[in-house]
């Protein structure tokens, strides 16, 4: 993949343009990036922020004084919010231009400077000028309504690819100072991505251990003792705010964020409505402002609902499990079908205005794509070099970035919550595709992977296609109290 694509008549203009682009290939990259996410902003042209989304934007009005509603959940994504939603009372002529400006300025340079540096770092590939530009205007097609609109799910993973970022920078580091000051700063990132969406609590406490094993290995013990304590002491800085409102609210310091419904665990409860309701979506009226949910209900967990009378039965992890072990190849069945719809991102505005089913083009779309890029990612981690007896540090990595995906997979989903998967296979396509690579593979094998990648998106897409086939607009009340 060349670094500009640039084609002239002129040897002399086409080297100078080369030359111009690899001198400012970063600075130019977040530029088009940031052209991307305004133009996905413009083609949502949000009037009003609703739903979770106008909860968010409300929630920074809050932020500095700590009076915080009891209703709230994590204070970081709304402390960012708040510098965009002062500008915005102050001058409420200007619209949401500082929301929008700032949001696709930080997505932008975010998606083009640390992934790069953190997914050719962690797992392997290639950086240049034009596969830069892929993961984001990859985003920006598919998920524009996480651009658009102040929701948690691009601002978490951004946050957890900072944290990424500075612990790797700070493996690099000769100066033991500039190294703690990295991952203290590491620590309040991944802190700040477990306030936002809680789902990244998996990552964030696996990164505890993994970054003096295997981030910082080449430190020696002593040195990687001290920056992971750092980190610690970087997330703990980050949760006091976190745990003075929980002081104010609960009568508990606790530094986690808490999110119950009905007295039970919000967790536990996704997981319940995961059985029966295989995906989910929010319909927004244009006309009205008002929206509703959409759902898509699975024969099979409808079936594994009523034979074990699960409406009744208080949500619990260990609950959950028992009902699991006991029908095994059933949640194997329903696992798969949500593995599918999240793969399915054809409702890429979270507040649906057409329906579902109307919206081929961007499933088949989505699907090949997202295929393609798991394809390119199982080359990428098994042609690294390694000891044949160790698994590959990419594979570590790339679980340790898809937890939150593997954690929220049982439950009742939206496609947006599959965000972390589609942009590893963004990534892997923009960074680990190699032309090179393809041309030493047997033409065999070539035609083998082609048939059998051909069959995965044709059936995942017959199958996404039957899934919201029957939307409803009400479904028992059992099946998600």
């Not at 500082?98 to 290639?126: E, N, R």
């Not at 609590?201 to 304590?229: E, G, H, N, Q």
């Not at 995961?274 to 008002?290: D, L, P």
């Not at 990612?377 to 590959?392: E, F, T, V």
Request: glycine letters at 6%; one cysteine or more.
């Amino acid at each position: 993949m060349d670094i500009s694509g640039y084609r002239s008549s002129n040897p002399l203009e086409a080297n100078i343009a080369i030359q111009f682009i690899k001198r400012h290939e970063k600075k130019l990259a977040v530029i088009i990036s940031t052209l991307f996410m305004l133009f996905a902003q413009m083609h949502i042209n949000a009037k009003h922020f609703v739903g979770d989304a106008g909860y968010y934007w409300d929630l920074s009005s809050f932020i500095w004084d700590l009076s915080l509603p009891q209703s709230y959940r994590g204070y970081f994504y709304p402390l960012l919010l708040s510098p965009a939603k002062f500008i915005f009372d102050t001058f409420p002529g200007a619209g949401y231009l500082a929301f929008y400006a700032s949001q696709a300025l930080v997505f932008s340079f975010t998606l083009t400077i640390f992934l790069p540096y953190v997914f050719t770092g962690l797992i392997g590939g290639q950086v240049s000028f034009s596969r830069r530009l892929v993961a984001p205007a990859c985003v920006a097609f598919f998920f524009p309504g996480l651009v658009a609109y102040p929701l948690s799910d691009l601002p978490a993973l951004c946050l957890i690819i900072v944290s990424f970022t500075l612990i790797l920078s700070a493996s690099k580091q000769s100066k033991i100072t500039n190294a703690l000051i990295l991952t203290l700063l590491a620590g309040i990132a991944a802190y700040g991505a477990y306030n936002t969406r809680t789902i990244y609590l998996f990552t964030t406490a696996l990164l505890v251990m993994l970054t003096p094993i295997l981030a910082l290995k080449s430190k020696p013990i002593v040195a990687r003792t001290i920056l992971t304590a750092a980190f610690i002491l970087g997330a703990a800085i980050a949760a006091t705010p976190q745990a003075l409102i929980n002081l104010k609210h609960l009568g508990s310091p606790t530094p986690l964020v808490i999110s119950n419904f009905n007295n039970t665990s919000l967790f536990a409860n996704q997981l319940k409505w995961g059985i029966t309701v295989q995906r989910y979506e929010t319909g927004y009226n244009a006309e009205s402002g008002a929206i509703f949910p959409i759902y898509y209900v699975d024969p099979t967990g409808e079936r594994v609902f009523k034979d074990h009378d699960i409406g009744e039965a208080y949500a619990t992890i260990p609950w959950y499990f028992s009902i699991l072990l006991s029908e095994p190849v059933s949640f194997l069945k329903i696992y798969t079908k949500h593995l599918i719809n999240g793969l399915d991102v054809r409702d890429g505005d979270p507040y649906t205005r057409i329906r579902s089913k109307e919206n081929n083009f961007l499933s088949i779309a989505s699907i090949s794509i997202a295929m393609l890029g798991l394809f390119c990612l199982a080359s990428l981690i098994l042609r690294s070099s390694r000891p044949s007896n160790q698994i590959p540090p990419g594979a570590i990595w790339t679980f340790t970035i898809l937890l939150p995906v593997l954690a929220i997979l049982p439950g009742a989903i939206e496609t947006r919550f599959f965000l972390p998967l589609h942009l590893i296979a963004y990534c892997s396509i923009a960074f680990g595709l190699s032309i090179q690579y393809i041309k030493s593979m047997s033409i065999k094998k070539i035609l083998l992977l082609c048939a059998v990648y051909f069959a995965i998106v044709v059936l995942s897409y017959v199958s996404a296609r039957e899934s919201i086939s029957n939307p409803v607009y009400e479904v028992p009340k059992e099946y998600i109290k």
